[in-house]
């Protein structure tokens, strides 16, 4: 049961240009969207998220879109350059309460896009 | 700072034999996570610790993985008897926390991961 989809495997783009990497989700109960970046031999790093209740977050050359009612988010890379290319990874949040009545939220991650930004 | 580190980098197994991942979270985080990735997958959570315990191992796909964290810091993964199906590179992440105040999700830092291979 995969909740969280990256149905694009990779993605290739010219420097200067706009990069939009997709993500599907079907759990309504997610509350927050994340997206991670990762190059080879390394741990994903995170990039920038988003609440449920917004449709848009900026940061930089990085925004991300959320539409609530397609269950989608996309990540928007402008201008692209080369330093970009890696894979990246969404993430979604559910907020559980563990044995001990505390909140915990637990990430399911896509299978991830990889980006290639030539110059 | 110093960042999460895994150790090994890489280890090759036979089938049927014992390993055990060991992952150092960044000093002063509660939070602590592992991951898998499998070829051509998305990172799959396989259980989280908030201090020594832990509240979700739902992730964990048979009684022959464990984990177990010590002094809230140092963690280590234990597979028995591995099978070739579960060579994948495992990802350890560390948190300052899990929820924020706001209910923002503290951004979770991850080690450069294990590369395991069975034959």
């Known amino acids: 049961d995969q909740q969280v989809k990256q149905n694009s495997p990779s993605l290739s783009v010219q420097e200067g240009r706009i990069s939009i990497l997709n993500c599907d989700y079907t759990n309504s109960m997610f509350d927050y969207f994340l997206w991670y970046k990762k190059y080879p031999a390394e741990g994903p790093t995170f990039l920038i998220s988003?609440?449920?209740?917004?449709d848009k977050n900026e940061d930089g050359r990085f925004t991300v879109f959320l539409n609530k009612s397609a269950k989608h988010l996309s990540l928007h890379i402008v201008p692209s350059q080369p330093g970009d290319s890696a894979v990246y990874f969404c993430a979604a949040r559910k907020l559980s309460l563990n044995a001990g009545g505390t909140s915990y939220g637990k990430l399911t991650f896509g299978q991830g896009t990889i980006l290639t930004v030539h110059p | 700072g110093a960042g999460v580190s895994q150790s090994p980098s890489n280890k090759v197994t036979e089938k049927g034999k014992d390993v055990e991942l060991r992952c150092d979270p960044i000093?002063?985080?509660?939070?602590l996570y592992w991951y898998r990735q499998s070829l051509g997958q998305g990172l799959e959570f396989l259980i989280y610790f908030q201090g020594n315990s832990a509240p979700d191992k739902s992730g964990l796909p048979s009684d022959r993985f464990s984990a177990e964290r010590t002094g809230g810091s140092v963690s280590t993964l234990t597979i028995q008897r591995t099978q070739q199906e579960d060579s994948a590179v495992y990802l350890c992440?560390?948190?300052?926390?899990?929820?924020?105040?706001?209910?923002?999700?503290?951004?979770?830092?991850f080690g450069p991961g294990t590369r395991l291979t069975v034959t």
């Open positions: 988003i609440s449920s209740i917004k």
């Open positions: 992440a560390s948190s300052l926390g899990v929820v924020s105040a706001g209910g923002r999700p503290y951004e979770q830092y």
């Open positions: 000093s002063g985080h509660t939070a």
